[in-house]
Structures are given as structure tokens and as C-alpha cells.
Nanobody
Framework: QVQLAESGGGLVQAGGSLRLSCAAS????????MGWYRQAPGKQRELVAT???????NYADFVKGRFTISRDNAKNSVYLQMNSLKPEDTAVYYC??????????????WGQGIQVTISS
């Protein structure tokens, strides 16, 4: 079993900042990639940012320069620092984990989601 514990969401005014955290635990042999996705009401889930085990990152164009993804390998955790937030960043943010279990099978796992609301 694998668990993802997400935290850090909430309500902030436009221009403000939030930091999301996601900690993975359970039967994880190695983590390939962790990331954040988001889903706004009436829209499809979309990539926000990902980070692989070597530290390389990938960002959606709409967050470049505003959001920073980082990772603590020792804690199996990923973070998303979100600055200069806009009302259109309002969404449920999901932590994503791509990992290999002790059976060497790779799996993809989603967190429960955390609400981020930006007021104008």
C-alpha cells in the first residue's frame, strides 16, 4: 500500500503565495517521478509541474516563473511553491507519484487532492 499525504492548500488573495506539500509512504522501492496536477471546475486535469529522481523539472507554461517544484528524496516528498497567484489558479491540486514497488513493477498513484482558491 502507498499513501500520499497532501497539505498546504487554502484561500489566499491574488498576488499571494502558497506552498503545497506531498509526502509519500508505504511500499516504495524507488520513486521515478513526482508532480502536481490541477483540475478546475468544468475542466480536465492538467499538468502543473513534475520533477524526476535526478532533479530535472518540467513546468506548464502558465506557471513558469511563478511556481517552483522541489523534492526531498530522503522524505519521499515533493513541494510546490506558488507565488504571484492568480484567480485562474483556483483548482483542486493533485499530487502524483510514479514509483517502483518492491516487486519492481512501476505504478502511478494520485493523492486525494487539495483545494486552492485565489480571490480577486
Amino acid at each position: 500500500q502507498v499513501q500520499l499525504a497532501e497539505s498546504g492548500g487554502g484561500l489566499v488573495q491574488a498576488g499571494g503565495s502558497l506552498r503545497l506539500s506531498c509526502a509519500a509512504s508505504g511500499s516504495i522501492y524507488t520513486i521515478n517521478k513526482m508532480g502536481w496536477y490541477r483540475q478546475a471546475p468544468g475542466k480536465q486535469r492538467e499538468l502543473v509541474a513534475t520533477i524526476i529522481s535526478g532533479g530535472s523539472t518540467n513546468y506548464a507554461d502558465f506557471v513558469k516563473g511563478r511556481f517552483t517544484i522541489s523534492r526531498d528524496n530522503a522524505k519521499n516528498s515533493v513541494y510546490l511553491q506558488m507565488n504571484s497567484l492568480k484567480p485562474e489558479d483556483t483548482a483542486v491540486y493533485y499530487c502524483n507519484l510514479n514509483f517502483r514497488g518492491f516487486d519492481y513493477v512501476s505504478r502511478n498513484y494520485w493523492g486525494q487532492g487539495i483545494q486552492v482558491t485565489i480571490s480577486s
